[in-house]
């Protein structure tokens, strides 16, 4: 399932960090900082799939050079306080394609360069061998001055402001989102990000009458395990799995992040079920079918989700057709007028489940006892089926039904009387025997 992850940190000189070492970690290359007179070596860097850097349309041409460009970055900062470069780390979906994962990547960084007229160094990463393998991610180093014809000049007060600064970061994220979001739908996915949080995006369901999503919503945001617990839980799974064992949480925080996400997996079971029960029950009303017949198919193809799901996956709408037994093919064939096809699958069903032929399999449907009877049977030679009693029920004349109704009402009075009878007898001493 497609997650949203977006944050933003600062390299500070007064947290001991410079942004050439930050840049030739996550880039993965040998860096001489000329500040510091160190040499920052990463290049035995396992996992990073891409590298690039943007600029302003103007920059000067050394700034393409990535060592040039961060001791530019250092030289251009005199305070020993000073932010000299500002990451932002993203989640990328691993729904989609490499070249698409770069892609929006790149969208997102130009958008930075356009929009405050930084450089922008970007390090797409691979998953970790060891880890969850959808965790495809990129960092975005970016300088905190703007950098123009005649180098880094003023700083980008509009992402440090107390005012502006949250309000910043919000329109990113939303930035990064719809560009996730498109990439996602390019590519056929249906799942879809949201930067928002979770009590604004529950607002919005209930405003559109969503109450199954707000109910999912209504949740406290999903614990941070942190990168010890993270590194301790991530060996116990990779444990769990060599042993072909179940995992389980070996931290605290760890049990608890893996029971909110058991909730959340059940309760979007829960409604992909819903899902496909509508989508059943709304085919087979266009088809035709009556309201009963609709919800039998429907609940079958609730039921079946979960043995179409391990099956493979498949299209949604294939496996609704093949559980209430129709198929592209058929239905592009004439139907016979009437043709019930819900009652029919139901039919195969029970006469696989039950070893008998169909004919009697509906006749339990129709409520008979005995399958050797059928409809051609007289009803007084079978028991009458449930819509047999309810016709007679309805068709009987309004002098019958009245006449019933008052004999009914005699017994009762009757068995009053006796019991009434019984109730002196014990209270009397003189009547008992």
Not at 246 to 274: C, S
Request: charged share 40%; proline share 3%; net charge negative.
């Amino acid at each position: 399932m497609a997650s949203y992850h977006l944050s933003v940190k600062t390299i500070k000189r007064s947290a001991g960090r410079s942004a050439t070492a930050a840049t030739a970690y996550r880039v993965g290359e040998r860096i001489e900082c000329q500040l510091e007179g160190r040499i920052h070596d990463y290049t035995r860097k396992q996992g990073i799939e891409e590298t690039f850097i943007l600029t302003p349309k103007d920059a000067p041409d050394w700034a393409t050079d990535r060592s040039r460009l961060w001791n530019e970055v250092e030289a251009s900062e005199t305070r020993r306080n000073s932010v000299t470069a500002r990451e932002w780390e993203l989640a990328l979906p691993s729904e989609i394609s490499a070249e698409d994962r770069s892609q929006i990547t790149r969208d997102f960084a130009q958008e930075l360069v356009s929009r405050y007229g930084v450089a922008v160094d970007v390090a797409i990463h691979t998953p970790h061998r060891e880890g969850d393998q959808r965790n495809h991610h990129a960092h975005v180093l970016t300088s905190t001055r703007k950098l123009e014809p005649e180098g880094f000049t003023a700083k980008t007060r509009v992402l440090n402001s107390a005012k502006t600064g949250g309000v910043e970061i919000e329109q990113m994220r939303g930035v990064w989102a719809d560009l996730q979001n498109r990439a996602l739908e390019r590519a056929g996915e249906v799942e879809r990000v949201d930067h928002r949080s979770l009590e604004a995006q529950r607002e919005e369901a209930l405003k559109r009458g969503d109450a199954l999503t707000a109910e999912e919503l209504d949740r406290d945001p999903e614990l941070k395990l942190g990168p010890a617990a993270n590194s301790m839980e991530r060996r116990a799974k990779a444990m769990a799995e060599r042993q072909g064992r179940e995992y389980v949480p070996v931290t605290e925080r760890g049990a608890v992040v893996h029971a909110v996400r058991q909730a959340r997996a059940a309760f979007r079971e829960l409604r992909e079920r819903l899902d496909i029960a509508r989508e059943t029950y709304g085919a087979e009303r266009d088809a035709g079918q009556g309201r009963v017949s609709a919800g039998l198919a429907a609940l079958r193809a609730a039921a079946a989700k979960e043995r179409g799901t391990r099956s493979g996956p498949e299209d949604m709408r294939e496996r609704l057709a093949r559980v209430v037994g129709r198929s592209e093919d058929r239905d592009d064939t004439p139907k016979p007028e009437g043709r019930n096809f819900a009652r029919e699958r139901l039919k195969e069903i029970m006469e696989k489940d039950a070893g008998r032929d169909g004919q009697a399999a509906v006749h339990k449907l129709d409520g008979h006892s005995d399958p050797e009877l059928g409809e051609e049977t007289g009803r007084e030679e079978r028991k009458p089926s449930v819509n047999e009693r309810l016709k007679d029920v309805l068709n009987k004349p309004r002098e019958r039904l009245e006449s019933d109704n008052e004999r009914d009402q005699e017994k009762e009075r009757e068995v009053e009387n006796e019991r009434e009878i019984d109730r002196d007898i014990d209270r009397d001493p003189g009547l008992s025997h």
